[in-house]
Nanobody, 124 residues
């Protein structure tokens, strides 16, 4: 599964962005899709995810109520709406899908395919 993540940029604190994740040759609605982020010198961390079939959503406590994961099956895309951004949200954001899995994991090791990442920089 080839994933493309895009939509990052430079915004001021309090601003918003919408990140997109698309797939080539595969239907994203058949997969759980997760978003992770990695800041310089830090481990990759779970941000949020959306399940296949039911589109249940899951969030890390640090982004709950500020970030929203959604799907558009007609566009074969998954989005991460990021609002009320803080400087500590600065990171490279990745989308990822597992080869298989009956549950949505928040661990990077459970995901097999990754997008190339898109940089989000929040200035204070």
């Amino acid at each position: 599964v080839q994933l493309q993540a895009y939509g990052g940029g430079v915004v001021q604190a309090g601003g918003s962005l919408r990140l997109s994740c698309t797939a080539s040759g595969h239907t994203l609605s058949n997969y759980h899709v997760a978003w992770f982020r990695q800041a310089p010198g830090k481990a990759r961390e779970f941000v949020g995810a959306i399940s296949r079939i039911t589109s249940n959503t899951y969030y890390a406590p640090s982004v709950r109520y500020r970030f929203t994961v959604s799907r558009d099956n007609a566009e074969n895309a998954v989005y991460l709406q990021v609002d009320s951004l803080k400087p500590e949200d600065t990171a490279v954001y990745y989308c990822a899908v597992p080869e298989r899995g009956s549950y949505v994991s928040n661990l990077p090791r459970d995901y097999d395919y990754w997008g190339q990442g898109t940089q989000v920089t929040v200035s204070s």
